[in-house]
């Protein structure tokens, strides 16, 4: 499972609106890919398309569409979000990073 912060679950709600789509039916895409300085790097997007190998999760109207392989690198992750003059935006607490860079875009196992 994928868990959202009530801090993220707020600015999802309010992005979400800006750029037009519906938090109701849309939802927001988590994923990895091979990158980043630790050599896997997070995505996300809103998206309102689910594939075959899709899980979606939900909590509190916000729903969470990941595909089949990045979950495996997630599962237990939470989507947190972190704003003001120090704050990163959002982030990823994984569980499962061995390492992360500096900047927490990226990680490895």
Do not use: W
Not at 33 to 62: A, M, Q, T
């Amino acid at each position: 499972m994928i868990k959202i912060s009530e801090n993220a679950k707020t600015k999802i709600a309010q992005l979400m609106s800006e750029e037009g789509f519906n938090i109701i039916q849309d939802f927001v895409r988590v994923g990895v890919k091979s990158g980043g300085c630790s050599g896997l790097s997070y995505e996300l997007k809103f998206d309102h398309s689910l594939g075959e190998n899709d899980k979606l999760f939900e909590e509190d109207n916000v729903k969470i569409a990941v595909d089949k392989k990045s979950f495996l690198y997630l599962v237990g992750t939470t989507l947190e979000y972190s704003g003001g003059l120090n704050g990163k935006g959002f982030v990823f607490n994984n569980p499962n990073a061995n390492r992360t860079c500096g900047c927490g875009e990226s990680f490895s196992l």
